[in-house]
């Protein structure tokens, strides 16, 4: 008489598909679910709300953390006015590519940072990275000098001390109103994940695109998480099947974030639009912008925030 | 427990504490606490309030108490009554003329704002006592502002049209533009039938008159020349002032949607400032008092129904329902059917937003495989969560209605409203007969649809 | 769904003893807390009008209105919660109203307060956690204004608090002119 299968539910922001259609974010909880499931004979299963379905973005880290949540794929630097570390999650500059991401995982930053949200209650799963890009209405967004006067949504705390240093007017809005801010003028410019960008179809009214292929100075840290008190409950062969897929599905994130950022360029251009990618140069203007102002501002936030950046300044 | 079961108890239990007569917003949040406690985590109790907190602090949402501002601002002020006075003395040869107008103000501010309970209590406050002061009876007149009011998530911009665009990866320009014909056909809809009502309600007023009953306001004469109708059309021009800042403050891009809600509050009250003089504490005080109040209101219900959707969702109530749905592998037509019946019953607790983010996964995948357009599905669902709107016991624009008239009878708002609730019926049939009416306008002008 | 005459009969403000005189003073607090928050709706309204002229025509970053915004009104929902049910403006359906012999329905009355009072009560309690862990450990919005979380927790708290009182009194009332004659 086997006990009742151990549901985890997986929660996310982004929108849902199926095992093999739409957002490779959901795409990633559904995989790790069914192959969960077939290594532990269905003892342990995982059951994906996608969309925010379940809770708001900013409420799932918390809900975590108490365990009342299991799982959540989740843009790390959402949690940075509860634990102000996680900010180096999109921290501009930091990542420029997905080598350097990768190895986070194993490098001191990645232990530094995976044993401080063990302390807040979370586990990390999978280290997911990916890059984003620019949208924009007009004139293209490349270079830092491009910025001056337009008004652009950064998404983070950190983007935006780095866009209003170029001397951009940055705008607050919610990430489902770009599509009509952008349409009417009220916004010039948007910066988001490749898949966003995809997703949000700001193709109909962008005519600038700037692509984070090769190189890029945003790059996301959205891993896949886990609430340490649920982990900590489960036996220790459900424990090695959820560290050993999670570790599996980082290859599956990454080869679908790469995919993502080459789709996006191909989307664009399709549908009119100038396509621009980054130069290192570009990238090094953009990075020495924001050592100057989000790096600086994060490391004196803390000791162990200054760690965690020189950390993450020996990886790059 | 099977979520079958939990979900019906779920539905007894949430029915039963509404109609033991229990505040709306403490019903739904007593039941999804006490469902939490027996079928959930117990850290789960711990993040009610946070969850309450994150889904309330959104500016789309919190922009509702911003435009019912502006709406009361005009309906509280004479500039109200002097609107409507002028667009009577021009109507009132028409038959219905007024309720017409009325579905048109509503109109008109639901393309100013996202969401419904706001359209339906700017246009309400004023439009209501109006109707009711010329003779149309409390429940007709409560009928055309709830259903009026409904055009709010359809015409655009709307919250739950960018929520679906979002949830089905469609485009929001191509949904915005589809949900405009549709939303005129509605108004049409509402136009005829405020006609011939009055037409029936005026016979019975000119009956019980002639039979030696009281002479009902409908039958007051008005007789003005045309250089006195003339005289009042300035009267109109704080409507249309603010209307055009808006407008263009909005569609111009220089503000963003909720900036929009801001600037029309504060135009608002500076137009009465300049035009009527109120602009002292005690003017301005019972136009801020009854806006909080009726937002304080409004507000509690929607964020006590996120927690309670919170629950819903968690359980997995209705997505269980969905994919039973799906599972039965029903033929295209069927399957339409049985969604938008579950969309109905959903409706009778959740509001739109709430439904859309918990179906949406789950309903449109197997949709767009039955050959649906989603485009054309979102304006199907979006006037199906309309109904939801107006029926009882979640009604968000009915709460709004008692609050903007608390004299009318319940009964009497129901039976105004259900004639809506059939046109509403009547034009998702029309939008399957004929699926242009919906899908025209956004091909013609962003180009054919490339799957 | 009508406003069924309230049981605050025995809520006579001018009258003696501690029922009145707290009656007296939660309609002060309630008066207070309306008067602040129709300033707080201007303030939100003006905030977000002036981010329109100083982002578009100025070029000025505008990243703090929204949220500015957001703490202003989702403070003034929950603090005018207790005003608004001090009037009974938390609407409910009252179809058993009409149905049900008086007696009976100012049982039904109380029981419906009885409970909707433990929800807010409980609802405060875990505010408070709420409120408590955002002040000890510094939380705060991930913006790029970054304001403390504890200004909206805290007044989540507050409201939900002086609701839940509200509430009390009003089955206080109620029981009191139970036992008079
Ligand atoms: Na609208
Ligand atoms: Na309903």
Redesign the pocket.
Same mark, same amino acid.
């Given at each position: 008489h086997a006990a009742a299968p151990v549901d985890l539910k997986i929660s996310h922001q982004f929108p849902g598909g199926t095992l093999t259609e739409g957002d490779f974010r959901d795409r990633l909880c559904r995989v790790f679910a069914a192959e969960v499931e077939k290594r532990t004979n269905g003892a342990l299963k995982g059951t994906v709300f996608p969309g925010s379905s379940l809770m708001k973005t900013n409420a799932q880290f918390s809900a975590l953390r108490k365990g009342a949540l299991d799982m959540s794929l989740y843009p790390l630097s959402y949690a940075g006015g509860e634990v102000p570390e996680v900010n180096i999650g999109l921290m501009p500059g930091v990542v420029t590519n997905y080598e350097q991401g990768t190895a986070w995982k194993s490098a001191p930053v990645g232990k530094v940072l995976a044993d401080l949200l063990m302390d807040k209650g979370i586990k990390i799963v999978s280290w997911i990275w990916q890059a984003g890009g620019v949208a924009g209405r007009s004139t293209p967004l490349v270079e830092p000098a491009d910025a001056k006067g337009m008004k652009v949504r950064g998404g983070s705390r950190e983007m935006d001390m780095v866009l209003k240093a170029a001397g951009a007017a940055v705008i607050s809005l919610p990430s489902n109103e770009i599509y009509a801010a952008m349409q009417t003028g009220a916004l010039d410019a948007a910066m988001t994940s490749s898949t966003s960008l995809i997703s949000f179809r700001l193709e109909e009214v962008a005519k600038t695109l700037t692509t984070g292929r090769g190189k890029a100075y945003w790059f996301m840290l959205e891993p896949l998480l886990i609430s340490r008190s649920i982990f900590e409950g489960l036996p220790k062969d459900m424990q090695d099947v959820i560290m050993t897929v999670g570790a599996e599905m980082e290859k599956f994130g990454t080869e679908a974030a790469k995919v993502d950022d080459q789709d996006v360029a191909r989307i664009y251009a399709k549908a009119g639009a100038q396509v621009s990618d980054l130069s290192a140069d570009t990238v090094k203007r953009w990075q020495d912008i924001a050592r100057e102002t989000a790096w600086k501002d994060y490391a004196a936030r803390s000791d162990s925030c200054a760690k965690i950046l020189k950390l993450a300044e020996q990886a790059l | 427990m099977s979520a079958t079961l939990v979900g019906s108890l779920y539905g007894v239990a949430t029915l039963l504490l509404m109609f033991s007569g229990m505040p709306i917003a403490f019903a739904l949040g007593g039941v999804a606490v006490a469902f939490m406690y027996f079928f959930m985590p117990g850290a789960s109790l711990d993040t009610v309030t946070q969850n309450v907190y994150e889904e309330m602090a959104s500016i789309t949402l919190l922009s509702i108490p911003l435009f019912i501002l502006k709406g009361a601002a005009i309906g509280k002020s004479r500039a109200g009554a002097d609107l409507y006075g002028a667009i009577h003395a021009w109507m009132h040869r028409i038959p219905g003329g007024l309720g017409i107008a009325n579905v048109f103000a509503c109109a008109v501010f639901a393309a100013m704002a996202g969401s419904s309970p706001a359209t339906c209590s700017a246009i309400g406050s004023a439009g209501i006592p109006e109707m009711r002061m010329r003779g149309y009876s409390p429940g007709f007149a409560a009928g055309i502002i709830a259903a009026g009011g409904t055009l709010g998530i359809l015409l655009p911009p709307s919250i739950t049209m960018i929520l679906f665009a979002v949830a089905a990866e469609q485009s929001l320009g191509r949904l915005f533009l589809a949900g405009i014909f549709p939303g005129l056909l509605l108004v049409a809809l509402f136009s005829a039938y405020a006609v011939w009502k009055f037409k029936r309600e005026y016979a019975a007023a000119l009956a019980t008159w002639h039979g030696g009953g009281h002479k009902s306001a409908y039958l007051d004469e008005m007789t003005l020349t045309f250089a006195e109708k003339t005289r009042l059309l300035p009267r109109v021009m704080p409507f249309v002032i603010l209307l055009t800042g808006v407008m263009v403050a909005l569609y111009g891009g220089y503000a963003t949607p909720s900036e929009t809600a801001g600037l029309g509050g504060i135009l608002a009250l500076v137009l009465i400032a300049s035009i009527y003089g109120m602009w002292r504490p005690r003017d301005l005080a019972p136009i801020l008092a009854s806006t909080i109040r009726e937002s304080t209101m409004l507000m509690f219900i929607i964020g006590m129904s996120l927690l309670y959707s919170y629950v819903m969702s968690y359980l997995q109530i209705s997505q269980s329902a969905a994919q039973w749905i799906v599972g039965m592998h029903l033929s295209k037509w069927v399957l339409l059917t049985a969604i938008l019946v579950l969309v109905v019953v959903l409706? !009778? !607790?959740? $509001?739109p937003v709430s439904i859309i983010l918990m179906t949406a996964p789950i309903i449109l995948p197997p949709l767009k495989a039955a050959g649906f357009d989603l485009v054309w599905f979102g304006v199907v669902m979006t006037i199906v969560m309309e109904?939801?709107? =107006?029926? $009882? $016991?979640?009604?968000?624009n =009915?709460f709004v209605i008692k609050n903007v008239a608390p004299d009318i009878p319940l009964k009497d708002v129901l039976w105004g409203v259900m004639p809506f609730v059939g046109l509403m019926i009547l034009a998702v049939v029309l939008l399957c007969l004929f699926p242009g009416i919906a899908v025209w306008l956004p091909d013609a002008v962003m180009g054919a649809k490339t799957v | 769904m009508s406003h069924a005459a309230p049981p605050e009969a025995a809520l006579d403000p001018t009258g003696p003893g501690l029922l009145a005189r707290t009656a007296r003073l939660m309609a002060w607090i309630n008066k207070a807390v309306m008067g602040l928050s129709m300033l707080a709706i201007v303030a939100a309204a003006l905030i977000l009008t002036g981010s329109v002229v100083l982002r578009y025509f100025l070029k000025i970053p505008t990243d703090w209105q929204d949220e500015a915004a957001v703490f202003l009104l989702v403070g003034l929902t929950f603090m005018c919660g207790a005003a608004v049910q001090a009037g009974r403006g938390h609407i409910g359906i009252q179809a058993l109203a009409g149905l049900l012999p008086a007696g009976v329905n100012r049982l039904r009355l109380l029981v419906c307060d009885a409970a909707s009072g433990g929800f807010c009560a409980f609802f405060s309690w875990k505010s408070w956690t709420l409120f408590h862990e955002a002040l000890a450990d510094g939380q705060t919005t991930s913006s790029s204004w970054g304001p403390p979380l504890w200004i909206p927790y805290g007044l989540m708290a507050t409201g939900m608090t002086l609701l839940s009182l509200q509430i009390v009194l009003q089955v206080a009332a109620a029981l009191a002119a139970w036992r008079r004659p």
């Amino acid at each position: 008489h086997a006990a009742a299968p151990v549901d985890l539910k997986i929660s996310h922001q982004f929108p849902g598909g199926t095992l093999t259609e739409g957002d490779f974010r959901d795409r990633l909880c559904r995989v790790f679910a069914a192959e969960v499931e077939k290594r532990t004979n269905g003892a342990l299963k995982g059951t994906v709300f996608p969309g925010s379905s379940l809770m708001k973005t900013n409420a799932q880290f918390s809900a975590l953390r108490k365990g009342a949540l299991d799982m959540s794929l989740y843009p790390l630097s959402y949690a940075g006015g509860e634990v102000p570390e996680v900010n180096i999650g999109l921290m501009p500059g930091v990542v420029t590519n997905y080598e350097q991401g990768t190895a986070w995982k194993s490098a001191p930053v990645g232990k530094v940072l995976a044993d401080l949200l063990m302390d807040k209650g979370i586990k990390i799963v999978s280290w997911i990275w990916q890059a984003g890009g620019v949208a924009g209405r007009s004139t293209p967004l490349v270079e830092p000098a491009d910025a001056k006067g337009m008004k652009v949504r950064g998404g983070s705390r950190e983007m935006d001390m780095v866009l209003k240093a170029a001397g951009a007017a940055v705008i607050s809005l919610p990430s489902n109103e770009i599509y009509a801010a952008m349409q009417t003028g009220a916004l010039d410019a948007a910066m988001t994940s490749s898949t966003s960008l995809i997703s949000f179809r700001l193709e109909e009214v962008a005519k600038t695109l700037t692509t984070g292929r090769g190189k890029a100075y945003w790059f996301m840290l959205e891993p896949l998480l886990i609430s340490r008190s649920i982990f900590e409950g489960l036996p220790k062969d459900m424990q090695d099947v959820i560290m050993t897929v999670g570790a599996e599905m980082e290859k599956f994130g990454t080869e679908a974030a790469k995919v993502d950022d080459q789709d996006v360029a191909r989307i664009y251009a399709k549908a009119g639009a100038q396509v621009s990618d980054l130069s290192a140069d570009t990238v090094k203007r953009w990075q020495d912008i924001a050592r100057e102002t989000a790096w600086k501002d994060y490391a004196a936030r803390s000791d162990s925030c200054a760690k965690i950046l020189k950390l993450a300044e020996q990886a790059l | 427990m099977s979520a079958t079961l939990v979900g019906s108890l779920y539905g007894v239990a949430t029915l039963l504490l509404m109609f033991s007569g229990m505040p709306i917003a403490f019903a739904l949040g007593g039941v999804a606490v006490a469902f939490m406690y027996f079928f959930m985590p117990g850290a789960s109790l711990d993040t009610v309030t946070q969850n309450v907190y994150e889904e309330m602090a959104s500016i789309t949402l919190l922009s509702i108490p911003l435009f019912i501002l502006k709406g009361a601002a005009i309906g509280k002020s004479r500039a109200g009554a002097d609107l409507y006075g002028a667009i009577h003395a021009w109507m009132h040869r028409i038959p219905g003329g007024l309720g017409i107008a009325n579905v048109f103000a509503c109109a008109v501010f639901a393309a100013m704002a996202g969401s419904s309970p706001a359209t339906c209590s700017a246009i309400g406050s004023a439009g209501i006592p109006e109707m009711r002061m010329r003779g149309y009876s409390p429940g007709f007149a409560a009928g055309i502002i709830a259903a009026g009011g409904t055009l709010g998530i359809l015409l655009p911009p709307s919250i739950t049209m960018i929520l679906f665009a979002v949830a089905a990866e469609q485009s929001l320009g191509r949904l915005f533009l589809a949900g405009i014909f549709p939303g005129l056909l509605l108004v049409a809809l509402f136009s005829a039938y405020a006609v011939w009502k009055f037409k029936r309600e005026y016979a019975a007023a000119l009956a019980t008159w002639h039979g030696g009953g009281h002479k009902s306001a409908y039958l007051d004469e008005m007789t003005l020349t045309f250089a006195e109708k003339t005289r009042l059309l300035p009267r109109v021009m704080p409507f249309v002032i603010l209307l055009t800042g808006v407008m263009v403050a909005l569609y111009g891009g220089y503000a963003t949607p909720s900036e929009t809600a801001g600037l029309g509050g504060i135009l608002a009250l500076v137009l009465i400032a300049s035009i009527y003089g109120m602009w002292r504490p005690r003017d301005l005080a019972p136009i801020l008092a009854s806006t909080i109040r009726e937002s304080t209101m409004l507000m509690f219900i929607i964020g006590m129904s996120l927690l309670y959707s919170y629950v819903m969702s968690y359980l997995q109530i209705s997505q269980s329902a969905a994919q039973w749905i799906v599972g039965m592998h029903l033929s295209k037509w069927v399957l339409l059917t049985a969604i938008l019946v579950l969309v109905v019953v959903l409706g !009778f !607790f959740l $509001p739109p937003v709430s439904i859309i983010l918990m179906t949406a996964p789950i309903i449109l995948p197997p949709l767009k495989a039955a050959g649906f357009d989603l485009v054309w599905f979102g304006v199907v669902m979006t006037i199906v969560m309309e109904m939801g709107l =107006i029926h $009882p $016991p979640v009604g968000l624009n =009915i709460f709004v209605i008692k609050n903007v008239a608390p004299d009318i009878p319940l009964k009497d708002v129901l039976w105004g409203v259900m004639p809506f609730v059939g046109l509403m019926i009547l034009a998702v049939v029309l939008l399957c007969l004929f699926p242009g009416i919906a899908v025209w306008l956004p091909d013609a002008v962003m180009g054919a649809k490339t799957v | 769904m009508s406003h069924a005459a309230p049981p605050e009969a025995a809520l006579d403000p001018t009258g003696p003893g501690l029922l009145a005189r707290t009656a007296r003073l939660m309609a002060w607090i309630n008066k207070a807390v309306m008067g602040l928050s129709m300033l707080a709706i201007v303030a939100a309204a003006l905030i977000l009008t002036g981010s329109v002229v100083l982002r578009y025509f100025l070029k000025i970053p505008t990243d703090w209105q929204d949220e500015a915004a957001v703490f202003l009104l989702v403070g003034l929902t929950f603090m005018c919660g207790a005003a608004v049910q001090a009037g009974r403006g938390h609407i409910g359906i009252q179809a058993l109203a009409g149905l049900l012999p008086a007696g009976v329905n100012r049982l039904r009355l109380l029981v419906c307060d009885a409970a909707s009072g433990g929800f807010c009560a409980f609802f405060s309690w875990k505010s408070w956690t709420l409120f408590h862990e955002a002040l000890a450990d510094g939380q705060t919005t991930s913006s790029s204004w970054g304001p403390p979380l504890w200004i909206p927790y805290g007044l989540m708290a507050t409201g939900m608090t002086l609701l839940s009182l509200q509430i009390v009194l009003q089955v206080a009332a109620a029981l009191a002119a139970w036992r008079r004659p």
